[in-house]
């Protein structure tokens, strides 16, 4: 067997063996789903390509390795993991979702993906538009009314000053306002006459509660407007986002259809769970959370501004000196938590990551005793959340405080000048009234947008991770063609050519034909490139030379749903959803009436054990298929197949896992399902592949025998030896520098 070159190092979840809950073990060491009737097979040939087929291949040993020495090997495995450094790189690939999750290498880039957020909300562009518009009507009936409160402010003001210079006016004599400015110059109270000359009062009168009514009632009308707009586009703006999430939704759904299974294969579900559910969570909650707050709040910082130099452009600019500190305090402690929240969720779905795999391998942790190692990955996954998370609100949460100290700051200042401006004359109490509430509003802004920045910048980080799905290499488009009506099933490799990785060639010029209703086998060690003719022929992975033609017809020229829906798999790993049995088989043809159910069932020895159920075929079964065994399992995903009654059959390993009895029985199924059907067999067990037309027996990705059964036994070649060390004890080779090992006693070959 050729050996394939030091894995590099991986998460520290990759330790956990998870072959049998649900996920399999590749050739190589990694880890793939488990394998279902309507997902991909069991990639038994991914991970690191075997050398070239041109290479001489080192030595092998000449049996296969019992499940004894399986365990072995999946021991060895756990424990290097285990034994590696926490702070080891990650994989940057791999052909298994266990290869490495792919870190942000770069740091967030947030205008153009900002950007291309906002463009996502083109198709609710009127009603954006609606938005901004009573957002921008809401905000300037919020701003004047600040103004219209001191215009009531400078009344009352006006009323008390009158009443208190009538007070020393004698009775009986009558003075104007100018009169009263007048002899107050005289008198050398020149700074009093120059305020009382700025308000509107007549001597001797109060309070005008008639123009004091009108200004407050005006304000509180305004206000009341502003409400209910600053309401009604909150409550449209609420649509427009949900919508848009849906379609974002949406849109990452489809583009997974169109993904690639090389994509899955170098993706752990639970980092591509966390960026179609918790980072479009996240995308959701900022938007709706940031953009009708950032509107209002920039539309009320212009609309202040504007005020703001109407009432007194020099108290403007003392107010304006705390814009570039706060854009200098945001600038600071938004690029220092910018990388925390990147940090955050990539350690998020780091996290998923491993808790998905400690919880889907559960029993087999118990089983090797890994409980230790499981909690260490997952405290390690989650001190780095919660460093991470902890660094990023801190950082963040420094914002408000340092806005308001700033804010304060420059609200002394303004109440400071305009109280000395307002005793000089220069400015009326209404104004700096008005003036010290636009200050206010001033600043509340800028503080605003300075803290949801942090929440914007969480959001970007998340629709970046999400963009990176949507931007990935998308499978070859299909394009219109069909493949012969009825299917014969001759299925010819021409030439074939293909790698996982570009600079190891997996398999090089690989040609054989299947001719209609024959059964192929293909056997081989452990990495010979078996599963890999399977991925091949469903165009699960794309070639890279020569082609593979059923019935004359190129695949590449069908469309993947018309070329698959002639082929039926049987996999190793059985994939049964929550729904009754009779409903799992259903599955295989939809549009199957009962009847046709009832008879696939028969026909692959699954009814014998239905009528033994209490509910019969309307027994439900959950995900796990727990209330079913495996063998059984097994003969329902037959049935499944049977119903569909496919062209070209392939059985994966289908009888690896279940007893010798219930083989039997699925050896039976399986030949029911063969006839008259092109099959192909890939099988460790030899002995179930003896009636088999043709055999392929394959080393390093090419052919190296073909033949039946005794035509290949007789030739003493690799096949000869793969069988018989099935049923001979094995003499393993031991490595140059180690001891000879003692000989075992040889049990005879069966005849």
């Not at 304060?408 to 509430?437: E, M």
């Not at 279940?658 to 029911?672: F, P």
């Not at 060390?725 to 180690?738: G, K, L, M, R």
Request: proline share 6%.
């Amino acid at each position: 067997m050729s050996q394939s070159p030091s894995p590099a190092p991986r998460r520290a979840g990759d330790y956990l063996p998870q072959r049998s809950a649900g996920f399999s073990e590749t050739d190589h060491g990694d880890y793939v789903p488990a394998r279902s009737a309507v997902t991909p097979p069991r990639l038994d040939e991914l991970g690191v390509p075997q050398s070239p087929v041109t290479a001489p291949p080192p030595a092998r040993p000449s049996v296969q390795p019992d499940t004894v020495a399986a365990q072995v090997r999946a021991e060895e495995k756990i424990t290097k993991a285990a034994e590696r450094p926490k702070d080891a790189p990650a994989r940057g690939g791999g052909h298994g979702p266990m290869g490495g999750m792919r870190a942000a290498e770069k740091a967030i880039n947030f205008w153009p993906s900002m950007r291309r957020l906002i463009r996502m909300l083109r198709p609710e562009r009127a009603l954006v538009l609606l938005v901004l518009g009573m957002t921008t009507v809401s905000v300037i009936f919020n701003v004047v009314g600040p103004r219209i409160l001191g215009e009531a402010t400078n009344v009352i003001f006006a009323g008390v000053m009158g009443r208190q210079v009538g007070a020393k006016i004698p009775a009986g004599m009558t003075v104007t306002k100018d009169q009263v400015v007048e002899m107050l110059r005289q008198s050398g109270q020149g700074q009093l006459a120059d305020m009382l000359s700025r308000i509107d009062f007549v001597p001797g009168q109060g309070i005008d509660f008639g123009r004091l009514a009108y200004w407050v009632g005006l304000a509180i009308a305004l206000y009341a407007v502003s409400a209910l707009f600053m309401w009604a586009q909150g409550w449209i703006l609420n649509g427009v986002i949900q919508r848009t999430v849906y379609r974002m939704r949406e849109q990452i759904s489809s583009k997974l259809n169109r993904l690639p299974l090389r994509y899955f294969d170098g993706q752990p579900r639970g980092e591509l769970l966390s960026r179609v559910t918790n980072d479009i969570d996240n995308v959701a909650q900022s938007l709706q959370q940031t953009l009708s707050q950032l509107l209002s709040n920039l539309l009320t910082l212009v609309g202040v501004l504007v005020m703001m130099f109407y009432t007194s452009w020099q108290l403007a600019l003392i107010a304006l000196i705390a814009v570039p500190v706060s854009m200098a305090v945001a600038m600071v402690i938004g690029k220092a938590s910018q990388g925390r929240f990147a940090q955050m969720w990539k350690s998020t779905g780091q996290l998923n990551g491993t808790v998905e795999e400690a919880y889907t391998g559960h029993a087999l942790v118990k089983v090797f005793g890994r409980k230790a190692e499981v909690e260490a990955a997952f405290a390690e996954h989650n001190n780095k959340l919660y460093k991470a998370a902890f660094g990023a609100q801190f950082i963040s949460g420094i914002m408000m405080p340092l806005m308001f100290f700033i804010g304060n700051l420059n609200y002394v200042a303004i109440a400071v000048f305009g109280g000395l401006w307002v005793a000089s004359g220069a400015l009326l109490l209404g104004d700096v009234q008005a003036f010290i509430q636009y200050s206010r509003m001033f600043t509340q802004p800028i503080t605003q947008v300075a803290s949801m920045a942090n929440l914007l910048q969480s959001g970007v980080a998340s629709a970046e991770r999400v963009f990176e799905v949507l931007d990935a290499d998308e499978q070859i488009p299909d394009v219109p063609g069909s493949l012969p009506e009825p299917l014969a099933g001759r299925v010819a490799f021409e030439h074939v050519s293909f790698s996982y990785s570009p600079d190891k060639p997996l398999i090089q010029d690989l040609s054989f034909v299947a001719q209609p209703g024959s059964t192929v086998a293909i056997v081989g060690p452990t990495g010979a490139g078996k599963t890999t003719i399977v991925n091949l022929l469903m165009r699960f992975y794309e070639l890279q030379g020569g082609r593979i033609t059923i019935d004359g017809v190129d695949i590449a020229s069908v469309p993947r749903d018309a070329l698959r829906s002639q082929i039926g798999m049987v996999l190793q790993d059985t994939w049964l959803f929550h729904g009754t049995i009779g409903d799992n088989i259903a599955y295989g043809r939809l549009e199957a009436s009962e009847d046709d159910v009832h008879a696939a069932a028969k026909a692959t020895y699954v009814d014998r054990f239905v009528h033994s159920l209490p509910e019969g075929y309307g027994t439900v079964i959950d995900e796990e298929g727990s209330n079913v065994s495996v063998g059984e399992k097994q003969l329902i995903t037959i049935a499944r197949a049977f119903l569909s009654d496919p062209a070209i059959l392939v059985l994966d390993e289908a009888t690896s896992s279940v007893d010798t009895r219930t083989e039997l029985l699925v050896q039976r199924a399986m030949s029911a399902l063969r006839s008259g059907r092109t099959s192909f067999v890939i099988a460790h067990r030899l002995s179930t592949i003896r009636d088999a037309d043709v055999i392929l027996v394959m080393r390093d990705g090419a052919i190296a025998e073909q033949g039946n059964h005794a035509d290949l036994m007789a030739a003493h070649g690799a096949y000869y030896d793969l069988y018989r060390s099935q049923f001979n004890a094995a003499a393993v080779e031991e490595e140059p520098a180690a001891a000879p090992a003692a000989p075992r006693r040889a049990v005879p070959a069966p005849a």
